[in-house]
């Protein structure tokens, strides 16, 4: 069988696309990372025409998304109100133009790989189009390539450096290997090879051995509240029961602190208005004061001087006393879900809750005192964004909070996806990350990534979690996605490059 045959490069494309599907949850078979996009590059490589690389690249891509945010269906036709065929529709969209990154990443290898030394910008080429699609159209950075390592504390220790990206770099390098000495056999391909596995090597076994201190607590309550409740009348006789559930579900695995801990409700589904109703501010400083805790709670506040017309998701802080430490309010928005893009042509995209669509950004980052340092929360989808979590960081958060409300997805893989992410921003950081969720997962993320503690999924409870501050910033921290950027410039030089040598040697053959 010769894989260079046009016949094989459609299936060849497929298979990279459906063994990156593999290779995250719920199927978790990481280390095909290492192997999953031989067969596009392979099919791009030895495709000499650019409308049929991008293609072939539009094909895996589309079947990557489509296998690993499957769950859009879901979401778009349970919460969304829109039919089977309009939710398959938006469904169906959504992963075609994803697939066009893909697409632009396949015409783009093949050009460079026709050059003796393009193969070493292809990685950096990959780096450049994902930062793209963390950033375009309001971003969608979901299961970058480099989340995969996130299992793996001793190489992903390198995003300390680099952030995600450098783990991305790290897996197409090495897929670019096994290409490379397989279409060429070259001294160039043997010696990126080397020098790859002699660096991946030395990753491994410099790895240092740390502990990490746990002198603080915290308890993160998981409150299984179903989704329907987001359509339920919001005033305190329809609701008493659902107070009272969680107060007791609070308190009694609480009890009174001394020292005072720290105790996270997540982001629900519930509205709890603090500022707007009657009787959701008097609750939240009588569970403070009952514990002897500091108390963190998703709420829905309103942009002063806007009358209840516009809508923020917002988690307020509330210190031991009841007092009112902190708000912030979630500046980086759901798409479809807390607000519609495009609103006068996507008319159809109904609302997912009773504010869904009409939502505002917040426009600050906020970092909170608490007993003995500073503390972050990220609400919800913004844990995927790495640039805005070590933006909290920098400006002195010492532990990070993620609550989040993934009942929306079921019991689908988009919240084993969702975590994945959210620990590799501890990674990044340096951090504790306590991420307390309505239906779960429910966890305590050490600062290497590593799960400390957990609570099963779907059903209620409280995690008792042990943490401590972390002042050390991660050059990733005090820099960011320089290394991203870099490859941007990198993949730029190595294009202009490339086409100059191609000019040259067309030029040269004509003078022969």
Known sequence: MKLNQPQWKAPLAAASGLLLVLTFPKFHLFPLSVFALIPLILAVAQEPRPARRFLWGSVAGFLFFAGTCYWVFTVMHQYGGLGIVAAAGVFVLFSLILALYWGLFSWLAGYLWAAPWGPLAVPFLWVSIELARAHLFSGFPWLLLGYALTDYPSLARLAQWTGVYGLSGLLVSWNVAWVWLYTRRSKAALGFTTALLAGTLLLVLAAPSETYPEDHKAFLVQTSIPQEVAWEQWDLATQRPLLDRLEALTTQAVGRQDPPALVIWPEMPASFYFHDDSFTRLYAEGIARRTNSYFLMGIVAFVPGSERTQPLNSEVLLDPTGRLVSQYDKIHLVPFGEYVPLKRFLWFAEKLTAEAGDFVSGNRLVVSELAGGRMSGLICYEAIFPELVRRFVEQGAEVLVNISNDGWYGSSAARYQHLLMA??????????????????????????????????????????????????????????????????LLTVVALIAARRGKQYRKGKGKQI
């Not at 501890?426 to 799960?451: H, S």
């Open 423 to 488: 620990r590799m921003r501890a990674i990044e950081n340096a951090r504790y990350l306590l991420r307390a969720t309505n239906t779960g997962i429910t966890v305590v993320v050490r600062p290497d990534g590593r799960i400390a503690a957990e609570i099963p999924p779907d059903r209620p409870g409280v995690l008792e979690a042990r943490w401590g501050f972390q002042s050390r910033r991660t050059f990733y921290s005090r820099h960011g996605d320089w290394f991203a950027y870099a490859a941007c």
